[in-house]
């Protein structure tokens, strides 16, 4: 594979930069859904791309025909020159070359795929025995294998081998009309040891499904939030993290304006981070999709703009350096500006003291989904108490926590010292690239003034 | 390219028949084009030439499925579909024989025939038109279009193969205002060609027009008119519940309740793939079987449930030609166009009555509630607060609450005018009563 990479990329004349990405990935998974085995089995895929550069401007060709690359090379150059010119250029980096591996504790390829079934009907059994009101289950495993070969002008010819692999379980209990679902999911570069023994994770899910059922419906208003550390990253991810993305801001003045490096978004202790270095994390690679290595990047420190997230093109036209956060989903697409492992920096409040803390409010765990555009965010937590006097009452369903991102960073007045990263099979989405492996998290944290939608009073 | 797939579907199925006791290969190729734009200018020109190939097997009574776009991995392709057959599910089905398939029309030579230059062109055309009214917006979005050919065959004999075009044509402004984001984005997609760029820039324009004041509903109770892609979001719980899979799982809270009126008497929804040209049009399902339309609401009575064919077989039901997939996963059961049949009142009339009330457009957070219960709370990303039959501003910082079901059992009037939006044809629907909670005092 890098000997066609370093042909095409040698051979093509005419342009000022070309790269070249083939993807080969194989995998299985397993997925029951209810008390049947929906799919299991195990799938390949091979494909490539080349990105050409010419007179700022970009081509851009996606294939699975690998032996044609030159061709589609070709094809590239020619699309990128009826742009007829462009702003795009590329900051400097070192060509990357040589081989990487993460490799996994316990390799899931070393198991076979009746072990892996065997262990996911273990847990889907587990799950439906457990309650009369667990409607469904599913459990969903997975696991690929995936070589990234990559090549440019430049000099650049490297690989990485990347597996990832993850298991996730549901529950879904009804009463009537009455309809609850639970969740865990794990999934990371470890090792398939991360997917045996869950059966105490099995039963929380299905006692909270369960108990979810009798939970009162949260009245809508405004209420002081303490999220935990999922949800506290999932804020971290969704209502910061996109916001640094600097293809959102790098040809928009008012934006920059906004984003400038320096200003306050939060108080002291608010810290938030990017870091693809960490090991075997589920947003972790050695380096992006322009061979650029990975690193740690501080966005917020002491509540302080200070850095975002670069792709080359990127750190090019704002003048800043490159950080390694070009990612690509897989050969069909361009790479875009993207995190890995976000996550809020831990403090020194322990849950038990900031809940002391908390005459009145909602403890929000875990989430079901969300979506922000930027300024307004929007999303549910999986699972809700109401808090009076400092203590844990009555199970809330229904929450959902909106707002406006850059009132709400500054209303977060507590950060705890229980820092946790979630990965899982979900991941990111962003302009039609889903899902990307990532990692998001934080300690619990402690938001005033957040409004929460639901039923009127 | 055309030939070659077809030789590659029939004779990885000889192989495959020859191991097994019943085999189905999907082949799906497509070449799109693609230019888009962003913050006002041409960023990139794309093709994406793709193939993939899945191999579905019956062995034993089980079902085994495996996929791959290797060509070296045919031969293990088909090792890899056995190996998944050993653990698979028992088939509730026999693979289907050839029938003869409806005519609906998914190909338009104009699509393939559209040079790059020219879409490059219409873009330009309509990011001008929203510059000239507002300098500052930073437009986005593209076209692109594309040829896709699957063929589907399966050791009962079956054959068909599809050719088929897709056009998709987005346009998006965003504006700052202090620190107030708007985000406006129209977009048409269909099997068929659409210069008319210049309306979807007039769309954009006029959103824009109306967002220009800001206002702050409190918390209070409020008719809600849903434009038809804000429509969606309630949508998204009928279309859950009636899923063959969701009924199978016993997960619909529909389940016991086909021939009960669920809905108001107004609302008859179709499920409605013969539509020429709509981009959730087929003439033979994923598996083969004939497309047919059928109602899925009807004057507010639940008709049917929709089924591919295994989960038909699960359910001892016939299967009602609803099979979807990528070549990368067996087939689920789901609609091919959705149409919401329209009212008799005129959207201007709708909302020319309401003393105080909301136009929503764009919601954000949608499907992360009790999709299934019905249950709904998204931010109103961008929507419209009416006062006295007019427009006064756009709402910012609110939430709308309520469940799907309760707001389908109190409408105030379904509008004669209906949208296309990619696979859905939908008219303007004015909700009695529902939640809004604002920052506003």
Same mark, same amino acid.
């Given at each position: 594979?890098?000997?066609?990479?370093?042909?095409?990329?040698?051979?093509?004349?005419?342009?000022?930069?070309?790269?070249?990405?083939?993807?080969?990935?194989?995998?299985?998974?397993?997925?029951?859904?209810?008390?049947?085995?929906?799919?299991?089995?195990?799938?390949?895929?091979?494909?490539?791309?080349?990105?050409?550069?010419?007179?700022? =401007?970009?081509?851009?060709?996606?294939?699975?025909?690998?032996?044609?690359?030159?061709?589609?090379?070709?094809?590239?150059?020619?699309?990128?020159?009826?742009?007829?010119?462009?702003?795009?250029?590329?900051?400097?980096?070192?060509?990357?070359?040589?081989?990487?591996?993460?490799?996994?504790?316990?390799?899931?390829?070393?198991?076979?795929?009746?072990?892996?079934?065997?262990?996911?009907?273990?847990?889907?059994?587990?799950?439906?025995?457990?309650?009369?009101?667990? @409607?469904?289950?599913?459990?969903?495993?997975?696991?690929?294998?995936?070589?990234?070969?990559?090549?440019?002008?430049?000099?650049?010819?490297?690989?990485?081998?990347?597996?990832?692999?993850?298991?996730?379980?549901?529950?879904?209990?009804?009463?009537?009309?009455?309809?609850?679902? =639970?969740?865990?999911?794990?999934?990371?570069?470890?090792?398939? @040891?991360?997917?045996?023994?869950?059966?105490?994770?099995?039963?929380?899910?299905?006692?909270?499904?369960?108990?979810?059922?009798?939970?009162?419906?949260?009245?809508?208003?405004?209420?002081?939030?303490?999220?935990?550390?999922?949800?506290?990253?999932?804020?971290?991810?969704?209502?910061?993290?996109?916001?640094?993305?600097?293809?959102?801001?790098?040809?928009?003045?008012?934006?920059?304006?906004?984003?400038?490096?320096?200003?306050?978004?939060?108080?002291?202790?608010?810290?938030?981070?990017?870091?693809?270095?960490?090991?075997?994390?589920?947003?972790?690679?050695?380096?992006?999709?322009?061979?650029?290595?990975?690193?740690?990047?501080?966005?917020?420190?002491?509540?302080?703009?200070?850095?975002?997230?670069?792709?080359?093109?990127?750190?090019?036209?704002?003048?800043?350096?490159?950080?390694?956060?070009?990612?690509?989903?897989?050969?069909?697409?361009?790479?875009?500006?993207?995190?890995?492992?976000?996550?809020?920096?831990?403090?020194?409040?322990?849950?038990?003291?900031?809940?002391?803390?908390?005459?009145?409010?909602?403890?929000?765990?875990?989430?079901?989904?969300? @979506?922000?555009?930027?300024?307004?965010?929007?999303?549910?937590?999986?699972?809700?108490?109401?808090?009076?006097?400092?203590?844990?009452?009555?199970?809330?369903?229904?929450?959902?926590?909106?707002?406006?991102?850059?009132?709400?960073?500054?209303?977060?007045?507590?950060?705890?010292?229980?820092?946790?990263?979630?990965?899982?099979?979900?991941?990111?989405?962003?302009?039609?690239?889903?899902?990307?492996?990532?990692?998001?998290?934080?300690?619990?944290?402690?938001?005033?003034?957040?409004?929460?939608?639901?039923?009127?009073? | 390219?055309?030939?070659?797939?077809?030789?590659?579907? $029939?004779?990885?199925?000889?192989?495959?028949?020859?191991?097994?006791?019943?085999?189905?290969?999907?082949?799906?190729?497509?070449?799109?084009?693609?230019?888009?734009?962003?913050?006002?200018?041409?960023?990139?020109?794309?093709?994406?030439?793709?193939?993939?190939?899945?191999?579905?097997?019956?062995?034993?009574?089980?079902?085994?499925?495996?996929?791959?776009? &290797?060509?070296?991995?045919?031969? $293990?392709?088909?090792?890899?579909?056995?190996?998944?057959?050993?653990?698979?599910?028992?088939?509730?089905?026999?693979?289907?024989?050839?029938?003869?398939?409806?005519?609906?029309?998914?190909? &338009?030579?104009?699509?393939?025939?559209?040079?790059?230059?020219?879409?490059?062109?219409?873009?330009?055309?309509?990011?001008?038109?929203?510059?000239?009214?507002?300098?500052?917006?930073?437009?986005?979005?593209?076209?692109?279009?594309?040829?896709?050919?699957?063929?589907?065959?399966?050791?009962?004999?079956?054959?068909? /193969?599809?050719?088929?075009?897709?056009?998709?044509?987005?346009?998006?402004?965003?504006?700052?205002?202090? *620190?107030?984001?708007?985000?406006?984005?129209?977009?048409?997609?269909?099997?068929?060609?659409? /210069?008319?760029?210049?309306?979807?820039?007039?769309?954009?324009?006029?959103?824009?027009?109306?967002?220009?004041?800001?206002?702050?509903?409190?918390?209070?109770?409020?008719?809600?008119?849903? $434009?038809?892609?804000?429509?969606?979001?309630?949508?998204?719980?009928? *279309?859950?519940?009636?899923?063959?899979?969701?009924?199978?799982?016993?997960?619909?809270?529909?389940?016991?309740?086909?021939?009960?009126?669920?809905?108001?008497?107004?609302?008859?929804?179709?499920?409605?793939?013969?539509?020429?040209?709509?981009?959730?049009?087929?003439?033979?399902?994923?598996?083969?079987?004939?497309?047919?339309?059928?109602?899925?609401?009807?004057?507010?009575?639940?008709? $049917?449930?929709?089924?591919?064919?295994?989960?038909?077989?699960?359910?001892?039901?016939?299967?009602?030609?609803?099979?979807?997939?990528?070549?990368?996963?067996?087939?689920?059961?789901?609609?091919?166009?959705?149409?919401?049949?329209?009212?008799?009142?005129?959207?201007?009339?709708?909302?020319?009555?309401?003393?105080?009330?909301?136009?929503? &457009?764009?919601?954000?957070?949608?499907?992360?509630?009790?999709?299934?219960?019905?249950?709904?709370?998204?931010?109103?990303?961008?929507?419209?607060?009416? /006062?006295?039959?007019?427009?006064?501003?756009?709402?910012?910082?609110?939430?709308?609450?309520?469940?799907?079901?309760?707001?389908?059992?109190?409408?105030?009037?379904?509008?004669?005018?209906?949208?296309?939006?990619?696979?859905? /044809?939908?008219?303007?629907?004015?909700?009695?009563?529902?939640?809004?909670?604002?920052?506003?005092?």
């Amino acid at each position: 594979m890098l000997d066609i990479i370093r042909r095409t990329v040698t051979w093509l004349a005419g342009v000022d930069y070309v790269e070249a990405r083939v993807h080969r990935a194989s995998g299985t998974h397993v997925n029951y859904v209810g008390k049947e085995l929906e799919d299991v089995g195990e799938t390949t895929s091979l494909g490539g791309c080349v990105r050409v550069l010419v007179n700022g =401007a970009w081509g851009f060709c996606s294939f699975n025909d690998v032996e044609e690359m030159p061709r589609y090379a070709a094809m590239a150059r020619d699309q990128a020159r009826l742009i007829g010119g462009g702003t795009a250029r590329l900051a400097p980096v070192p060509p990357r070359t040589g081989c990487d591996r993460i490799p996994p504790a316990e390799d899931p390829a070393a198991i076979t795929l009746a072990e892996k079934e065997a262990i996911c009907r273990r847990y889907n059994d587990l799950m439906r025995s457990l309650s009369h009101r667990i @409607q469904t289950t599913s459990v969903r495993y997975s696991d690929a294998a995936g070589t990234l070969y990559f090549g440019n002008s430049e000099g650049a010819l490297a690989q990485q081998e990347i597996t990832f692999c993850g298991v996730s379980l549901l529950a879904i209990a009804r009463d009537g009309a009455n309809v609850q679902t =639970a969740r865990y999911s794990v999934g990371d570069l470890r090792g398939f @040891q991360i997917v045996r023994g869950l059966e105490e994770q099995c039963e929380k899910v299905v006692r909270d499904a369960v108990e979810m059922l009798s939970a009162q419906p949260v009245t809508a208003g405004r209420y002081t939030v303490i999220c935990d550390p999922l949800l506290a990253g999932v804020f971290a991810h969704e209502a910061f993290g996109h916001l640094s993305e600097a293809d959102f801001i790098y040809e928009h003045e008012r934006l920059k304006e906004i984003m400038t490096l320096g200003r306050r978004f939060g108080n002291d202790d608010l810290s938030i981070v990017d870091d693809a270095t960490l090991p075997n994390e589920a947003g972790s690679y050695p380096f992006d999709s322009e061979g650029v290595p990975a690193q740690r990047t501080y966005l917020l420190r002491e509540g302080r703009l200070v850095g975002r997230l670069h792709s080359r093109e990127t750190a090019a036209l704002m003048g800043e350096s490159p950080t390694g956060n070009a990612r690509a989903i897989s050969y069909v697409h361009e790479p875009l500006v993207r995190m890995s492992n976000t996550f809020i920096e831990p403090r020194d409040v322990s849950f038990e003291q900031m809940l002391a803390e908390t005459e009145d409010g909602i403890y929000a765990v875990g989430f079901l989904g969300g @979506q922000t555009d930027m300024e307004m965010f929007s999303f549910s937590s999986e699972q809700a108490w109401r808090i009076r006097k400092g203590k844990l009452c009555e199970r809330l369903r229904d929450v959902i926590l909106t707002g406006n991102v850059f009132h709400t960073l500054k209303n977060i007045d507590r950060i705890g010292n229980d820092l946790r990263l979630y990965g899982g099979l979900g991941g990111c989405g962003k302009g039609g690239q889903s899902p990307l492996r990532v990692s998001d998290g934080g300690p619990h944290i402690r938001i005033r003034d957040v409004v929460v939608g639901g039923q009127q009073p | 390219m055309t030939v070659s797939a077809r030789d590659l579907a $029939t004779r990885l199925l000889d192989k495959a028949a020859r191991r097994a006791d019943a085999a189905e290969v999907i082949v799906q190729q497509s070449e799109q084009r693609s230019v888009r734009f962003q913050d006002n200018a041409l960023k990139s020109v794309t093709t994406r030439a793709l193939r993939g190939v899945g191999l579905r097997v019956i062995r034993q009574g089980r079902i085994g499925f495996s996929s791959t776009n &290797d060509p070296a991995a045919f031969d $293990t392709l088909i090792e890899q579909a056995l190996h998944s057959a050993s653990l698979g599910q028992e088939a509730k089905f026999e693979f289907p024989r050839n029938s003869d398939a409806p005519e609906v029309r998914l190909h &338009d030579p104009a699509v393939t025939g559209l040079a790059m230059e020219r879409a490059i062109a219409i873009m330009r055309q309509g990011i001008d038109g929203v510059l000239a009214a507002y300098p500052d917006a930073h437009c986005s979005g593209g076209i692109s279009r594309s040829l896709g050919v699957t063929i589907l065959c399966n050791s009962s004999g079956l054959f068909h /193969e599809e050719e088929s075009t897709s056009y998709d044509m987005g346009l998006s402004a965003f504006l700052v205002r202090g *620190e107030s984001f708007l985000w406006i984005d129209e977009e048409v997609g269909s099997c068929r060609l659409d /210069e008319d760029i210049a309306r979807l820039a007039r769309m954009v324009v006029q959103k824009a027009r109306l967002s220009e004041r800001e206002v702050h509903p409190t918390a209070e109770k409020m008719p809600v008119v849903f $434009t038809p892609r804000a429509l969606d979001v309630l949508l998204a719980t009928l *279309e859950a519940n009636v899923n063959g899979k969701t009924v199978q799982k016993g997960a619909s809270v529909l389940a016991e309740r086909l021939g009960e009126r669920v809905l108001d008497e107004r609302v008859t929804i179709l499920d409605d793939p013969l539509v020429d040209f709509a981009s959730g049009s087929y003439a033979v399902d994923a598996e083969g079987l004939p497309a047919r339309t059928k109602p899925l609401f009807e004057k507010g009575v639940l008709r $049917t449930f929709i089924y591919d064919l295994q989960t038909a077989g699960m359910c001892g039901v016939q299967p009602t030609a609803n099979a979807q997939r990528g070549y990368s996963s067996q087939p689920h059961p789901g609609p091919g166009n959705i149409r919401l049949l329209p009212g008799q009142v005129p959207y201007r009339e709708i909302i020319s009555g309401i003393s105080r009330g909301l136009i929503v &457009d764009q919601l954000l957070g949608a499907g992360q509630s009790n999709v299934l219960q019905g249950a709904f709370a998204v931010n109103v990303e961008l929507g419209f607060l009416v /006062e006295k039959g007019e427009i006064v501003g756009r709402v910012k910082d609110t939430m709308l609450a309520g469940n799907a079901f309760d707001a389908f059992n109190n409408i105030r009037a379904i509008s004669a005018e209906t949208e296309w939006h990619g696979d859905t /044809e939908l008219p303007y629907v004015c909700f009695e009563s529902l939640s809004v909670a604002g920052r506003g005092t």
